[in-house]
């Protein structure tokens, strides 16, 4: 799933994201570019366990689709 993370700036807040994401999800795999402020997320949750994690971290998001 790719997400818009408008708030997200610098390493520090990827570290943040990728430790949340993987705490519920070991195996899942992000990829971060932070010049367009998303993130490609491979993960067993859903969309919304997801944009859930990042919301009790602080990061706003919205999917976007391809």
């Not at 807040?13 to 949340?20: G, L, N, R």
């Not at 491979?42 to 990061?59: F, K």
Request: charged share 25%.
């Amino acid at each position: 799933m790719d997400l818009k993370i408008p708030d997200m700036s610098c390493g520090h807040c990827t570290a943040a994201i990728q430790k949340a994401v993987m705490a519920s999800d070991p195996s899942a795999r992000l990829a971060f570019d932070l010049s367009s402020r998303s993130v490609n997320i491979e993960t067993s949750l859903s969309l919304e366990s997801v944009q859930g994690v990042l919301e009790r971290e602080g990061y706003a998001s919205e999917h976007l689709t391809r």
